[in-house]
């Protein structure tokens, strides 16, 4: 994928394309540049939501959309480290070497893991690792997208119930963000951003981009229609999205257009929040 923060004409967020982009960590990973990069308004490219995967490898991550908990484990019918998995909680992630994989029932699903054995521990924030015993059962989706999975280490058990997230509560968002930017207020739209723009940006670099920005070019949204809400698509890396078509009003130094935007949105921490856009 390709994706940068949201762009809706008065400003690109700073950049989170790491969030959908494949990679050996499926949990989004996004690093504070050392100084503020100043906004741009070029637009960015659509994200590939459902990148293909290569024949030897198919590693499918199981996010429980109320806790964060995932599970992702690969699940290629060739690959040498089928069934080869990794778990990642609040308090820390649960993985290992070639060693560590699961029994799958079947090629094709639902299909049924389980694993009993010794794991590495990294405590979140820690830097050390340390040997556990844990084990893995429960029933997995990979073309749904869904799991039902109980993991247990250190005399605890954490449920992993994955399930594309409802798009029903898009609209409360939809409203907060057409408002704040109708209304030119930056602020109110920080509230609804991804978490990678909240990594990179506290509300007041966030303000200041914004003004400073408009102020150079005089670029306003005066009008948003909401065209098309598309279905929830959920990637193989776990994260959920939702486009929004819209038709929107600008106006800048150059006069007054019309132009069209998709929006997108992702689904973090129990809420959606606005991802990012493209101009079309």
Same mark, same amino acid.
């Given at each position: 994928?390709?994706?940068?923060?949201?762009?809706?004409?008065?400003?690109?967020?700073?950049?989170?394309? #790491?969030?959908?982009?494949?990679?050996?960590?499926?949990? $989004?990973?996004?690093?504070? $540049?050392?100084?503020?990069?100043p906004v741009s308004f070029v637009p960015v490219s659509t994200p590939n939501l459902t990148p293909s995967p290569t024949a030897s490898s198919r590693v499918v991550t199981f996010r429980d959309p109320a806790t964060g908990n995932s599970l992702a484990i690969e699940l290629a019918a060739n690959a040498l480290d089928r069934g080869h998995f990794h778990? #990642?909680?609040e308090n820390g992630v649960y993985g290992g070497g070639f060693e560590v994989r699961a029994t799958i029932s079947s090629l094709s699903p639902p299909m049924q893991v389980s694993y009993g054995g010794s794991m590495d521990y990294t405590e979140t924030g820690a830097s050390s690792t340390r040997k556990v015993t844990v084990s893995l059962r429960g029933a997995i989706d990979p073309d749904a997208h869904a799991a039902d999975v109980i993991f247990s280490a250190d005399g605890k058990s954490y449920t992993i119930a994955a399930r594309p997230p409802d798009s029903g509560p898009l609209g409360s968002v939809l409203d907060r963000m057409e408002h704040a930017l109708i209304a030119d207020d930056p602020l109110a739209l920080y509230a609804v951003t991804s978490l990678a723009v909240h990594d990179n940006y506290t509300a007041a670099q966030f303000v200041d981009a914004w003004q400073t920005q408009s102020?150079? /070019?005089?670029?306003?949204?005066?009008?948003?229609?909401?065209?098309?809400? &598309? $279905?929830?698509?959920?990637?193989?890396?776990?994260?959920?999205?939702? @486009?929004?078509?819209?038709?929107?009003?600008?106006?800048?130094?150059?006069?007054?257009?019309?132009?069209?935007?998709?929006?997108?949105?992702?689904?973090?921490? &129990? @809420?959606?929040?606005?991802?990012?856009? /493209?101009e079309n």
């Amino acid at each position: 994928m390709k994706p940068g923060p949201l762009v809706a004409v008065a400003l690109l967020f700073v950049s989170c394309g #790491d969030i959908a982009r494949g990679g050996a960590t499926p949990t $989004p990973s996004i690093a504070a $540049p050392a100084t503020l990069a100043p906004v741009s308004f070029v637009p960015v490219s659509t994200p590939n939501l459902t990148p293909s995967p290569t024949a030897s490898s198919r590693v499918v991550t199981f996010r429980d959309p109320a806790t964060g908990n995932s599970l992702a484990i690969e699940l290629a019918a060739n690959a040498l480290d089928r069934g080869h998995f990794h778990v #990642d909680l609040e308090n820390g992630v649960y993985g290992g070497g070639f060693e560590v994989r699961a029994t799958i029932s079947s090629l094709s699903p639902p299909m049924q893991v389980s694993y009993g054995g010794s794991m590495d521990y990294t405590e979140t924030g820690a830097s050390s690792t340390r040997k556990v015993t844990v084990s893995l059962r429960g029933a997995i989706d990979p073309d749904a997208h869904a799991a039902d999975v109980i993991f247990s280490a250190d005399g605890k058990s954490y449920t992993i119930a994955a399930r594309p997230p409802d798009s029903g509560p898009l609209g409360s968002v939809l409203d907060r963000m057409e408002h704040a930017l109708i209304a030119d207020d930056p602020l109110a739209l920080y509230a609804v951003t991804s978490l990678a723009v909240h990594d990179n940006y506290t509300a007041a670099q966030f303000v200041d981009a914004w003004q400073t920005q408009s102020a150079a /070019t005089g670029r306003r949204i005066t009008a948003l229609r909401r065209q098309a809400i &598309g $279905p929830v698509v959920e990637s193989d890396q776990g994260f959920a999205t939702v @486009e929004v078509r819209y038709s929107a009003d600008v106006a800048d130094q150059n006069g007054a257009r019309v132009t069209g935007y998709i929006c997108y949105l992702i689904f973090e921490s &129990g @809420e959606w929040r606005l991802w990012t856009t /493209t101009e079309n």
